[in-house]
């Protein structure tokens, strides 16, 4: 970890401004005409599909951490090494045991939203891709500690250039739900490696509870108030896509449209 001089705080957080406000500006684009694009080449039921395994994915994502990350980041004295290994370790014992939760559950939620074998590849492929998301956190926290804002949003416009390009262009083939499958796989692998380029840290395992004890006071609170959010934008289509729709539509498509 780098010690950040006090002169430098000014000048690294107004071009954090100006790199964050780019980022949200470009993703908002890539989105915008990307999805424009699927709703030509996809079927609501198919984004309905998607819609609804993605919000089970975040809903399953807030038992994976608890706050440690966001605890280092606000952290007044410096970071170890063995701090960074430690949260590493507890984060990963969290995120492999949901992704063994989620993964045993495949057959209740295909059942749960009568998805078809596509549909059910989807949702296995995003809980792989949330294990892979995990391994990027200790490069974000270093990258946020130091003021790096304009390598952060590097991987981030990335990951969403190479999702929605490889899914328009998959679902203009015919490909399906298949499309979001290699999407989010792809994008989320070409962050990571981005992340471990423009961020490298000395990964490793460690078990050292006293030095993250006194974080969990601020960790903990923390990770709780994103409960907010998530009962705002991920139990609704949970739920909803459950049951059928007007007209007689499935569940995933009365989401889809």
Known sequence: MEEIEIENVAKRSIRGIVALVYRTFTIQIIGLVANFLLTVFLSPSIFGIFFVVSAAIAFLSYFSDIGLAAALIQKKEAITDEELRTTFTIQQILVVSVVVVALFLSGFVKSFYRLDDQGILLFQALVVSFFLSSLKTIPSIILERNLRFEKLVIPQIVENLFFYVIAVVLAAKGF?????????????????????????????????????????SFGVPFQMAGWVGILNGAVVPIFVGRFPGPGGWSGPQAVGF
């Not at 290699?182 to 981005?194: A, D, E, H, P, R």
């Open 176 to 216: 399906g739900v298949a499309s979001f499958v290699y999407g989010v796989f792809i994008g989320k692998l070409s962050t990571l490696i981005l992340f471990f380029i423009l961020s490298p840290w000395a990964w490793g395992f460690a078990w050292s509870l006293p030095k993250l004890r006194p974080m969990f």
